[in-house]
C-alpha cells in the first residue's frame, strides 16, 4: 500500500511538472512595446527554453505587409533575425512560431516602433510621411491584435488548466482503483 502511495505522488510531481513544459518569450530586442531611436538590424528573441531549429519569425509593418529577414538562426534558447538595411520609421509586429522542446507548437506576437530623428534617417521623405500618415488607423488595429493576442495568451492558459486537471484526475482514479484492488487481496 505505501508503494502504491508514494509511486503515486511520484507520479503526480512528476507529470505535474510537464503540464507546465510550455514555453514562451522571456525577453525581445527590441522590446515589446518600445520605441527605438537609433538604427535597428537585429531582432532578438529569448525563449524560456530551447527551441527546435524550425522555430521562425516575420517582421510587419503598420500595414501587415512583411519585411524581409536576411537571416533568421536559432541558437538553444534565442532566434535572432538580421536586415541588410536598417528598419525604417514606423509601428512593427513580430509573429514569431516555435517548437519548445517540449514538442508542443507555440506562437505569439510582439511589436515596437522605430522612430529615429529626421537628422539621422538617411531615407527619402516620402517613406518617413508615409509612416506618419496612418499612425492613428495603425494605433487602432494594433490594439486590435494586441487584444487577439491576450484572448489566445488566456485560451492557453485555460486549456493547459483543463489539461493539469484531467491529469490529476485520472491520477485520483488509478490511486482509488489501487487501493480497492488492495483491500480485496485482503
Not at 503515486?8 to 507529470?15: D, G, S, V, Y
Not at 518617413?128 to 500618415?133: D, I, K, L, R, V
Not at 491576450?150 to 488509478?174: F, H, M, P, Q
Request: some cysteine; glycine content about 6%.
Amino acid at each position: 500500500m505505501k508503494k502504491i502511495l508514494v509511486l503515486t505522488i511520484a507520479c503526480l510531481l512528476t507529470f505535474g511538472n510537464m503540464t507546465y513544459a510550455h514555453t514562451g518569450l522571456e525577453s525581445s530586442n527590441p522590446e515589446d512595446g518600445s520605441t527605438i531611436t537609433e538604427e535597428l538590424t537585429t531582432v532578438t528573441l529569448t525563449f524560456e527554453t530551447e527551441i527546435e531549429e524550425t522555430s521562425s519569425f516575420e517582421l510587419q509593418n503598420a500595414n501587415g505587409e512583411p519585411v524581409a529577414v536576411d537571416n533568421i538562426t536559432v541558437e538553444n534558447n534565442t532566434m535572432t533575425g538580421t536586415f541588410d538595411q536598417p528598419i525604417a520609421n514606423g509601428d512593427y509586429e513580430v509573429p514569431w512560431k516555435i517548437i519548445g522542446i517540449d514538442g508542443h507548437p507555440i506562437e505569439g506576437t510582439f511589436s515596437f516602433s522605430v522612430d529615429i530623428p529626421e537628422s539621422e534617417v538617411a531615407e527619402e521623405e516620402s517613406t518617413s510621411e508615409e509612416a506618419t500618415n496612418g499612425s492613428a488607423e495603425d494605433t487602432e488595429e494594433q490594439m486590435d491584435k494586441e487584444e487577439e493576442t491576450k484572448a489566445d495568451t488566456a485560451e492557453e492558459e485555460s486549456s493547459n488548466g483543463t489539461v493539469i486537471g484531467i491529469v490529476i484526475a485520472v491520477l485520483v482514479i488509478v490511486l482509488i482503483g489501487s487501493v480497492l484492488l488492495m483491500r480485496r487481496k485482503k
